[in-house]
């Protein structure tokens, strides 16, 4: 039996870093606001304290706070002529679940993208001449916003998160110490940049010998004390190196749990009601009106929820299942390259180069998610591409995250898995190495997308999402490029060897790569290309919002959650200022 | 629903209706079991918190064997001492008591699939597709410990995997990790050693409650100082040892006089 509840103004399906930041927002505005959120309530004194979160075993590698995929995850295949079979076992992306998600457990790698990264088909296509932007078949567009607009958004989030870096281009003055190739900010980091520890230093001083721009990553993991414009509190970064698939036991890395929830949760037109799974949005009889969302909770109860507006906020591979589960928007459909949703599913094209050293005690155990020495050089369009045979780049980034030993033991080329080879070469060089990281752009193809299974169900009965995915030769070779170009600053730091771990080959599900899955729900200026619009309202039924990296049309040479908090926040006003005055659709198709 | 509570410290339970496990009664207890699904809540009026709960690790005690029976035991023991063999330079696995972790790993959640997606069909797939069976982890150790002895009993005149020489089973391991070694019964020998391989490291690298890496002398030969939390004041310390010991949950020699 379905129960139907008394409607609200809001509903927020997801309750992770965009759920809670919409939820923030909408109860400022007034608005009675629900959020439903899937997975547990979870603070950092129950779940996450000093005493017990440094534990390898039981986040990492036994999924503690991640999506449980017992009873649902999705399919996945290489392209179109293979059967796609379930992911069986989190890997190559590690899915959240619960309040805050995966801003619990992220690395807290704060990013804007470039000004060109917004005009990724215009610009290209205007320098390197139209097959730059159809070679391999890709489907690459423009955003339909540029980095001007989304500018004052990127700064708020900034001011939330205290984010701690070195500006590099103030209201477009070149700073020194800052990235030097970023677009202008209208303002310097809310806190300073964390000290450097000895293998990002090591790497600083070896770019800038080759003549690179070294700076500090712009961190969410504090270098100091900070109190944020809701009043809440976050603490100083202890280096412990327990950051990125962990919950933060010192209220150090910006969270929700850090930085919103104190504030939204006090809220007296704010309810969030946990272990409650959206099932579909219900659309109106001439589907052009969404009248709430249907959901399950773990007791197994159905419950109709009326709201007048929809806030999808559930990462970007639930939004664009609920849009495809509830008939919202036209599927993709990869043969004709008709249809838009699940179009230009896209990804995170990730290698890296280890350092070896005799004489060096790197430490790396001393670490944080964001803690890196970066250069800019090479990433989006900061360099010349005439010539090299493809479009987009990477940052190339000296980290130490931490030197978890399960996950983060380096061995040289050659190294067997396994034997006394293994152990001597494990004991050797533990303390003496890292690596450095090179964290690439992914365009979009025609042959890359998300729909839904023919086969498999969940535990609802629901078709799981299918995700079809390889990664192209723009990909690889970019790629390479960059490899290489990380190498030469691994060579000039005089290491005994290095080691090359080169992109190659299809998409595997198995190693970890990144949780930066992105497209499917794609924004742009008109519907024939696009899901959502500039302010992610859905073309076709205006009082759905999808918030997340589902919006991004291909994905840039960074980690995307300062993009997708800046989309959420100037998608936030555009409801406050507009759509609630006059409900419909906010740009005219 | 959603009507405040009084007297619960803003902590507001609204469809709150407990879901038939162990945990009923369970809000304002000190156990909190992040293990099992929770029940459904409604928060309004403030950051739910109550004292006293923590999701603390379900670490293991005892010395007896849940999981592997004595056959499969010896197998464990002779397989984890060839990954990770003993000499001057640390230990190894067995020395560790990984064969006991992997045992407690194996009867507990871990080993019944939890955060594995088992439903069928079940056809074979593609390597990048990873894991594709219809077993949890306890049933590959079981039938691939099984389907192991039966191969070495056809080929090595009836003797056990456990009782071969160290060369033997080393090139047995490779053959498993190479794919080439071909099982009956519905086993891949891959999955199975890229299984094993795996638990066998977190056995011998994670904090000791989880029966492994005993004295954290894995810790002590790598150089990792374990569960500390705060180091601030080593941060521009570069190239410098760090001297602190090892440390686990349950503190180190000379901490509560525990050892
Ligand atoms: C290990 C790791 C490291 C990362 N590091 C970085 C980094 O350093 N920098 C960076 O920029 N990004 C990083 N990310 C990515 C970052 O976590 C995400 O970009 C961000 O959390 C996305 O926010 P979101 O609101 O779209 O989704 P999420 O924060 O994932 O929130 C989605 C929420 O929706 C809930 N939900 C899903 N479906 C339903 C449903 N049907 N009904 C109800 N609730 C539902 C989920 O349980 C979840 O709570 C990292 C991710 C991981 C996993
Ligand atoms: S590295 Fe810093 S921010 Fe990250 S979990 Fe540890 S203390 Fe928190």
Redesign the pocket.
């Known amino acids: 039996m379905v129960t139907t509840l008394k409607p609200v103004d809001a509903v927020i ?9 919409l939820a923030q927002q909408l109860c400022d505005a007034g608005l009675e606001v629900l959020a ?4 547990p309530w979870r603070d950092t004194s129950t779940d996450f304290a000093t005493g017990f979160a440094q534990d390898e075993l039981r986040y990492m590698w036994r999924h503690h706070l ?2 449980n995929v017992s009873d649902d995850t999705l399919t996945i295949r290489n392209n179109v002529n293979q059967t796609a079979l379930p992911m069986r076992h989190l890997g190559s ?11 619990v ?7 804007r993208f470039l000004p060109s990264d917004f005009l990724t088909k215009s610009h290209n296509q205007e320098r390197y001449g139209k097959q730059s932007v159809t070679d391999y078949d890709l489907t690459v567009q423009d955003w339909g916003v540029t980095y001007d607009d989304l500018e004052p958004f990127y700064n708020q989030f900034d001011v939330l998160c205290g984010t701690s870096g070195k500006a590099g281009n103030l209201n477009g003055q070149i700073q020194p110490g800052g990235n030097p190739f970023e677009g202008a900010r209208s303002a310097e980091y809310p806190t300073p940049p964390m000290a450097q520890t000895y293998g990002p230093t090591l790497f600083g001083k070896a770019a800038t010998d080759l003549g690179r721009h070294p700076f500090p990553h712009p961190t ?1 993991n504090l270098s100091q004390p900070y109190v944020n414009n809701l009043g809440a509190q976050i603490g100083a970064c202890t280096y412990c190196g327990f950051c ?2 962990f919950g933060c036991g010192n209220y150090s890395k910006a969270s ?1 749990q850090t930085t919103v929830l104190p504030y939204v949760m006090a809220k007296s037109n704010f309810t969030l009601r946990t272990e ?4 579909k949005v219900e659309l109106s009889p001439g589907r052009k009106q969404a009248t709430g ?1 249907s ?1 399950v909770n773990s007791a197994g109860e159905e419950f109709f929820q009326p709201a007048s507006l929809v806030i999808l ?7 664009v ?2 849009l495809l589960l509830s008939g919202i928007g036209t599927p993709y459909n990869p043969q004709t390259g008709l249809g838009v949703v699940g179009k230009n599913y896209a990804y995170q094209t990730m290698s890296s180069v280890n350092v070896f050293f005799d004489d060096k005690l790197i430490n790396p155990f001393i670490g944080a ?2 803690l890196a020495t970066v250069v800019d050089d090479f990433n989006g369009d900061n360099f010349d591409h005439s010539g090299l045979g493809f479009i987009g780049g990477a940052y190339i980034a000296g980290m130490v995250t931490g030197g978890r030993p399960i996950e983060m033991i380096y061995t040289p080329q050659g190294t067997p898995a396994w034997g006394l080879a293994w152990k001597h070469a494990a004991a050797k060089n533990y303390l003496r190495s890292f690596s450095l990281s090179v964290h690439g752009s992914c365009m979009s193809h025609r042959g890359n997308y998300l729909d839904l299974d023919p086969t498999y169900r969940d535990i609802h009965g629901r078709a799981m999402l299918r995700m079809t995915f390889d990664f192209t030769d723009n990909e690889h070779k970019m790629s390479d490029y960059l490899t290489d170009r990380a190498a030469e600053i691994a060579k000039a730091m005089n290491p005994r060897e290095i080691k090359l771990n080169r992109r190659t080959g299809s998409w595997n599900v198995v190693p ?1 790569q ?3 899955n992105t497209g499917g729900a794609i924004m742009g200026d008109n519907p024939t290309n696009s899901v959502v619009n500039k302010y992610l309202q859905s073309w076709d039924v205006p009082n759905v919002f999808s ?4 919006a991004f049309p291909q994905n840039a040479g ?8 800046a989309l ?1 926040y100037h998608s936030a006003q555009a409801i406050i200022q507009q759509y609630l005055k006059s409900p419909g659709p906010l740009v005219q198709a | 629903m959603d009507k405040p509570v009084p007297g619960r410290r803003q902590f507001l339970i609204g469809t709150a209706v407990v879901v038939g496990t162990g945990l009923a009664g369970v809000l304002g207890t000190t156990v909190r079991d992040g293990e099992l699904g929770a029940p459904p809540r409604s928060f309004r009026g403030g950051v739910p918190w109550t004292e006293g709960q923590a999701d603390a690790p379900p670490g293991v005690s005892g010395e007896d064997y849940k999981f592997f029976t004595p056959a499969e035991r010896m197998f464990i023991e002779a397989a984890v001492s060839r990954l990770i063999p003993n000499d001057e330079v640390g230990p190894g696995a067995l020395e560790a008591n990984v064969p006991f972790f992997l045992d407690r790993q194996l009867a507990g959640p871990f080993g019944r699939g939890d955060h594995y997606y088992l439903g069928g069909p079940w056809p074979k797939g593609t390597p990048e597709q990873g894991y594709q069976s219809r077993f949890s982890p306890a049933q590959v150790y079981r039938a691939a410990i099984a389907a192991i002895d039966k191969h070495t009993r056809a080929n090595f005149n009836g003797t056990d995997f456990a009782k071969l020489s160290d060369d033997d089973r080393d090139k047995l391991l490779k053959s498993m990790e190479s794919g080439s070694l071909q099982l009956e019964d519905g086993v891949d020998a891959k999955t199975f050693f890229t299984m094993l391989l795996q638990n066998t490291k977190e056995g011998y690298f994670s904090d000791p409650i989880y029966g492994g890496n005993k004295d954290m002398a894995a810790w002590k030969m790598i150089g990792f100082p374990g569960a500390h939390y705060d180091y601030r004041e080593w941060v521009t310390r570069h190239g410098e040892p760090v001297p602190f010991p090892p440390v686990s949950f349950k503190g180190r020699p000379g901490w509560n006089g525990e050892s």
């Not at chain 1, 457990?105 to 990013?111: D, L």
């Not at chain 1, 906020?313 to 939004?319: A, R």
């Open positions: 399906v997801g309750f992770g870093w965009t759920g809670a930041i439903l959120e899937r997975g991640f999506q992306f590690l899915l959240g679940t619960g309040v805050g998600s995966g801003g457990h992220w690395n807290g790698q704060i990013w969410g990125e698939k929700p409650s799974e959206v099932l969302v959901y906020s559930s990462y970007i591979l639930q939004n299942r609920l998610g964001a970890y990144t949780t930066h918030m997340g990296a589902g960074y980690n995307p959650t300062g993009t997708v908090a959420a």
